[in-house]
């Protein structure tokens, strides 16, 4: 167990929707990342947050956005939801920014139909 | 640009024999950090190994050892007498130290141990 929490574990859902994945991070830990993980495909960065402030921004599509909390959860909304958004989302957390390694959550796996 | 090269989508290796997982880098900057990490078929993303870029030795934790060669940029992941439960997908990333936290990660080897 990583410490690091994510829900939904599954969704499903159509064309067009809106979800909101939802991230804990360990205990502690300042900063939370988010990575989005296509089939058989890498891990590509989405967007990095540190004590609330957005830090990093890759990939990310506008459709998509995230905040962190002031409890330091973070939440990524993806929205108008398109196929190719079916992947695993998966949130990590580490102690500080530019330190410490990635604790990942077990990932929340999104299908859109 | 920063950019992780990951040149072997898949491998087979004989039980107990060594491993060796290539990774090349590529950044302008000085002040770096590698990681290692292995994604088995449950899905989860497992921390293996990390190697800053000023450190003077490699890294090793038990089996996992990091083959870092700077003037070749490269951090190949080495593991020693691989088990069955090793099969999985292996993951090398770089995080730069003096920008943004961006961590990128390769596109991964999958490892295949058999019997």
């Known amino acids: 167990d990583s410490g690091v929490t994510q829900t939904p574990k599954h969704l499903i859902t159509a064309t067009g929707q809106r979800v909101t994945l939802r991230c804990s991070p360990r205990?502690?830990?300042?900063?939370v990342y988010w990575y989005q993980q296509s089939l058989d495909q890498g891990l590509q960065f989405l967007i990095q947050y540190y004590n609330g402030e957005e830090r990093a921004k890759g990939n990310i599509l506008e459709r998509f956005s995230a905040q962190q909390f002031p409890d330091l959860h973070s939440e990524l909304n993806l929205s108008s939801l398109e196929l190719g958004d079916s992947a695993l989302y998966f949130c990590?957390?580490?102690?500080?920014?530019?330190?410490?390694?990635?604790?990942f959550g077990e990932g929340s796996r999104l299908t859109v139909l | 640009a920063q950019k992780i090269t990951q040149t072997q989508p898949g491998m087979f290796v004989q039980e107990k024999e060594a491993v060796t997982l290539d990774c090349t880098y590529d950044?302008?900057?000085?002040?770096?950090?590698l990681f290692w990490y292995k994604q088995p078929s449950s899905g989860e993303m497992i921390f293996l190994i990390y190697q800053g870029s000023y450190d003077e030795q490699n890294a090793t934790e038990g089996r996992y050892s990091l083959n870092f060669q700077k003037a070749r940029k490269s951090a190949n992941l080495v593991i020693s007498a691989s088990q069955l439960g090793d099969s999985a997908m292996y993951f090398c990333?770089?995080?730069?130290?003096?920008?943004?936290?961006?961590?990128?990660f390769g596109k991964g080897t999958r490892l295949h141990i058999l019997p």
């Open positions: 205990s502690g830990d300042l900063s």
């Open positions: 950044t302008s900057d000085q002040s770096y950090g």
């Open positions: 990333a770089m995080r730069v130290l003096n920008r943004d936290d961006k961590i990128i």
């Open positions: 990590a957390s580490s102690v500080g920014w530019l330190t410490g390694e990635l604790f």
